[in-house]
């Protein structure tokens, strides 16, 4: 039994709509016009996201199976990034004051030039995230770009 599955079987009966998602969201009839490593992806750098250790313990496991190291690394620079970004971004959207708006962020983000995996991948990571951590200006940036 995967350490996914494991996981699964350890939530609770009120949980039970997080265990049968669980099992059919992570397939390809559960993420539709994704491709296997999309998917894989985003559950990772997801499930990064959402700071539950056991829970980014498993995706990884299970996703090593699909992901070959730079699909692996690029799903967890996503998070990283995003992490960063989504607390500056999500203040300044909150903040309501226009001046925060055109102050330059300085914030070092070389990865998302080069993140050593498909940009577009990197980008529907990104927006995975940037959903997981309630940042409404990078959800819109990143569906903005993915939608091009």
Same mark, same amino acid.
């Given at each position: 039994?995967?350490?996914?599955?494991?996981?699964?079987?350890?939530?609770?009966?009120?949980?039970?709509?997080?265990?049968?998602?669980?099992?059919?969201?992570?397939?390809?009839?559960?993420?539709?016009?994704?491709?296997?490593?999309?998917?894989?992806?985003?559950?990772?750098?997801?499930?990064?996201?959402?700071?539950?250790?056991?829970?980014?313990?498993?995706?990884?496991?299970?996703?090593?199976?699909? /992901? %070959?190291?730079?699909?692996?690394?690029? $799903?967890?620079? &996503?998070?990283?990034?995003? =992490?960063?970004?989504?607390?500056?971004?999500?203040?300044?959207?909150?903040?309501?004051?226009?001046?925060?708006?055109?102050?330059?962020?300085?914030?070092?983000?070389?990865?998302?030039?080069?993140?050593?995996?498909?940009? /577009? %991948?990197?980008?529907?990571?990104?927006? $995975?995230?940037? &959903?997981?951590?309630?940042? =409404?200006?990078?959800?819109?940036?990143?569906?903005?770009?993915?939608?091009?």
């Amino acid at each position: 039994m995967s350490t996914l599955e494991q996981l699964r079987d350890s939530l609770p009966d009120y949980a039970r709509d997080l265990k049968l998602n669980l099992g059919s969201v992570l397939t390809v009839q559960g993420a539709p016009g994704l491709t296997v490593r999309q998917m894989w992806g985003t559950a990772l750098a997801s499930a990064i996201a959402s700071r539950h250790l056991p829970l980014a313990q498993s995706i990884e496991a299970a996703a090593r199976a699909e /992901l %070959d190291e730079a699909g692996i690394t690029g $799903a967890k620079a &996503a998070a990283a990034v995003m =992490g960063m970004n989504n607390v500056y971004y999500r203040f300044v959207h909150l903040v309501g004051d226009a001046d925060y708006q055109t102050m330059p962020a300085r914030l070092r983000m070389n990865v998302m030039a080069n993140p050593g995996i498909d940009k /577009l %991948d990197f980008e529907l990571y990104s927006l $995975a995230v940037s &959903a997981v951590n309630g940042c =409404g200006l990078c959800i819109e940036s990143h569906e903005k770009l993915l939608r091009k």
